[in-house]
């Protein structure tokens, strides 16, 4: 069985390993397809590749874009893009471009909740100048001692309605779609258990997801249950879309899954690297 993992972030977002440590650390741990899918940006993908050549393993172009879908946000990931596609490169930095002023505004709001100079304090985590995200006031947060672990700082300060949280409007899905369909790759819903949607929400979701041009579905992801693998894998059959699986690594300690570790996708089950 070759080993896919197709959701990784690196320092290009909020990862905390670069590029080739990425790389150089899931090709040490048995992973022979890795996706590199930081959000709303490409800039990593060169080096990986390079790193992937060295290290032996195949490196999937990928991007993981934000998206605002009838007022939740919607991960989409692009798999096997064309990195020089400019659709793509200007898509993402429109999406990008929001991120400053939003994080100033999370600082204000965590200001106001009585933590001061978290954006200073965001900026201390922050590894590329092109992109700030929530993950950096998490690390900040534990680091100051506000919350235990990255997610009680989401839990407590960062998530949907808390203190710290502003709402922002990304992408549209048309949007996310077109860019990758544009330059050339397959889109994946990114994490469908995390997002709070009701049955019918999903369900609308994925139809309109699959009416755009959309491939995929993850289903095997650290934000799962074993139980959710079948749901999805339910679900992504009944909308005619393959099955996709990644442990969305983020660094040593901080993900359910380190690369190596990720359950296979259920039994009969179409992989989205079926075609590839
Ligand atoms: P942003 O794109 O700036 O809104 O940040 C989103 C990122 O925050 C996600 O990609 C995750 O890395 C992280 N994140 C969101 N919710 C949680 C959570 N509950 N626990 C841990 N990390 C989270
Ligand atoms: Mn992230
Ligand atoms: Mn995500
Ligand atoms: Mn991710």
Redesign the pocket.
């Known amino acids: 069985m070759t080993r896919y993992d197709l959701h990784s ?1 690196s320092t290009c977002s ?1 990862g905390v390993l670069t590029p080739s440590a990425l790389v150089q650390r899931a090709a040490e741990r048995g992973v022979q397809v890795l996706a590199l899918t930081d ?1 709303d940006e490409i800039a990593g993908l060169n080096e990986a590749q390079a790193a992937a050549r060295e290290s032996g393993i195949t490196l999937v172009s990928g991007t993981e874009v ?1 998206v605002t879908w009838q007022g939740d ?1 919607i ?1 989409v990931v692009g798999l096997r893009i064309d990195g020089a596609n400019p659709d793509l490169d200007a898509g993402l930095a429109a999406v990008r471009s929001g ?1 400053d002023r939003r994080a100033r505004r999370i600082g204000d709001a965590l200001a106001a909740a009585g933590i001061p100079e978290a954006f200073e304090g965001a900026l201390a985590y922050v590894t590329s100048e092109r992109l700030v ?3 950096h006031f ?1 690390r900040f947060l534990v680091e100051a001692g506000h919350a235990r672990d ?2 009680d700082a ?2 407590r300060y ?2 949907s309605g808390k203190p710290g949280y502003v709402p922002h409007a990304w992408a549209s899905l048309q949007e996310a779609v077109g860019w990758i369909r544009a330059a050339g790759g397959q889109a994946v819903i990114a994490h469908p258990g995390r997002y709070k949607l009701a049955e019918a929400s999903m369900r609308e979701l994925l139809g309109e997801f699959r009416d755009r041009g959309g491939d995929a579905l993850e289903v095997v992801s650290p934000s799962h249950t074993p139980r959710q693998y079948a749901e999805y894998a339910r679900l992504a059959r009944a909308f005619g879309l393959t099955c996709s699986c990644g442990t969305d690594f ?1 660094g040593p300690g901080e993900s359910r899954f380190d690369f190596g570790e990720l359950p296979e996708l259920p039994k009969g089950t179409e992989p989205v690297w079926r075609a590839w």
């Open positions: 972030h909020d959000h934000s946000t991960h991120r995200s929530r993950t998490a990255i997610s989401f839990r960062l998530g983020h």
